[in-house]
């Protein structure tokens, strides 16, 4: 069966650190990959998506950035945090039309 | 600009009745809407799918309805339970890539 690995599951950084995030799933191969922010009392918002390794589509342009090194390996990082990225980080999979989440990374940025 | 809607003030039901949410989509006709079940700190778990030429989905005691008039979809929970108490998230899907979500509705199920 498949499976969604993200880590960590808490980060506390403060203003101008940077990050990363990293996610994998296992138990499938070439899955379209996403991550999406949910910040208190809002919905999903799609940051980033890709189809294949190296092939990555930002939704919305910030200082967020994501990469696809393996085909199961896809990562989000930042090199300056702002107070604004505060969030709960959300990665996911999907080979048809259903999405699976992991469990997320609480972000808080001080 | 393309969006979904949900109530976002809480749904409180007693045990055993019949709870309905409710989603609505505004400036775009998706092809595909789904529901997703979030517990608190959690990801969303997918529940159901439901394609535009199909007017009603049912698993177990979920059943999903699309109206493409109405432009909306809603998302029912027979025999209610404590344990069915979490926020449902509405989704659409566009091409294959594109996914807008709801703010969900927070149900709660009293004892």
């Known amino acids: 069966s498949q499976t969604i690995h993200q880590w960590p599951a808490t980060l506390v950084q403060p203003v101008g650190s940077p990050l990363s995030l990293e996610c994998t799933v296992e138990g499938t191969s070439n899955p379209n990959l996403y991550w999406y922010r949910q910040a208190a009392g809002r919905g999903l918002q799609l940051l980033f998506y890709?189809?294949?390794?190296?092939?990555i589509s930002s939704e919305v342009p910030q200082n967020l950035s994501a990469s696809r090194p393996q085909d199961r390996q896809f990562i989000l990082s930042s090199k300056k945090l702002l107070l604004s990225d505060s969030g709960f980080y959300l990665c996911?999979?999907?080979?048809?039309?259903?999405?699976?989440f992991g469990p997320g990374t609480r972000l808080t940025v001080t | 600009s393309q969006k979904i809607e949900q109530n976002s003030e809480a749904l409180n039901i007693q045990e055993g009745k019949t709870a309905t949410l409710t989603c609505n989509y505004t400036?775009?006709?998706?092809?595909?809407l789904q529901w997703y079940r979030q517990d608190p700190g959690r990801g969303p778990v997918f529940l159901l799918l439901i394609r535009e030429n199909e007017k009603e989905k049912r698993k177990e005691r979920l059943k999903v309805t699309f109206d493409t008039t109405l432009k909306q979809s809603l998302f029912h929970i027979t025999a209610s339970q404590p344990a069915d108490s979490a926020t449902y998230l509405c989704a659409s899907v566009s091409g294959t890539y594109k996914y807008i979500f709801g703010t969900g509705t927070r149900l709660k199920v009293l004892a």
């Open positions: 890709s189809v294949g390794i190296g092939q």
């Open positions: 996911a999979w999907s080979a048809g039309y259903e999405q699976y």
């Open positions: 400036n775009y006709s998706p092809a595909y």
